[in-house]
């Protein structure tokens, strides 16, 4: 990032912004090369933020089955004791366990890659406007 802000900045030719404008560097085609390499850099993006707001919930849905047919199992017997229930929903339970381990791996790699795209797209900005007071 330093070599930006110096003088004698240059940008090197195989650099994806000077690649994508085929060293024509006028505000516009500059600006659409920005926009392509950060659509680029953020598919998938997407699909993780998805992944880390739903597997809570589906995590939640699997205990809830769980439980569900634990007491539709446990309806027939006349009589069942601690015992017997706490496993079964203790088991249900690791999908809850499951649905937020998910989403915390999810969540986190998420915020990683945003943040990096967000870098990209000011170093890119700060090339554009080099590029553009140079030519």
Same mark, same amino acid.
Request: charged content about 15%.
């Given at each position: 990032?330093?070599?930006?802000?110096?003088?004698?900045?240059?940008?090197?030719?195989? *650099?994806?912004?000077? =690649?994508?404008?085929n +060293? @024509?560097?006028?505000?516009? #085609?500059?600006? /659409?090369?920005?926009?392509?390499?950060?659509?680029?850099?953020?598919?998938?993006?997407?699909?993780?933020?998805?992944?880390?707001?739903?597997?809570?919930?589906?995590?939640l849905?699997?205990?809830?089955?769980?439980?569900?047919?634990?007491?539709?199992?446990? *309806?027939?017997?006349? =009589?069942v004791?601690? +015992? @017997?229930?706490?496993?079964? #929903?203790?088991? /249900?339970?690791?999908?809850?366990?499951?649905?937020?381990?998910?989403?915390?791996?999810?969540?986190?790699?998420?915020?990683?890659?945003?943040?990096?795209?967000?870098?990209?797209?000011?170093?890119?900005?700060?090339?554009?406007?080099?590029?553009?007071?140079?030519?």
């Amino acid at each position: 990032m330093d070599d930006l802000t110096s003088r004698s900045a240059t940008l090197s030719p195989m *650099s994806s912004l000077n =690649k994508c404008s085929n +060293s @024509v560097h006028t505000k516009e #085609i500059l600006h /659409a090369c920005e926009i392509n390499i950060i659509k680029d850099a953020s598919s998938g993006i997407t699909w993780l933020s998805i992944i880390a707001s739903t597997s809570p919930f589906v995590g939640l849905f699997g205990t809830v089955v769980g439980i569900l047919e634990s007491f539709a199992k446990f *309806s027939n017997e006349s =009589k069942v004791g601690f +015992s @017997v229930i706490a496993p079964a #929903i203790s088991e /249900a339970l690791v999908a809850t366990a499951a649905g937020i381990f998910v989403a915390i791996f999810a969540y986190t790699f998420h915020q990683i890659l945003v943040r990096k795209v967000y870098e990209l797209n000011t170093y890119l900005k700060a090339q554009s406007q080099i590029l553009i007071a140079k030519g």
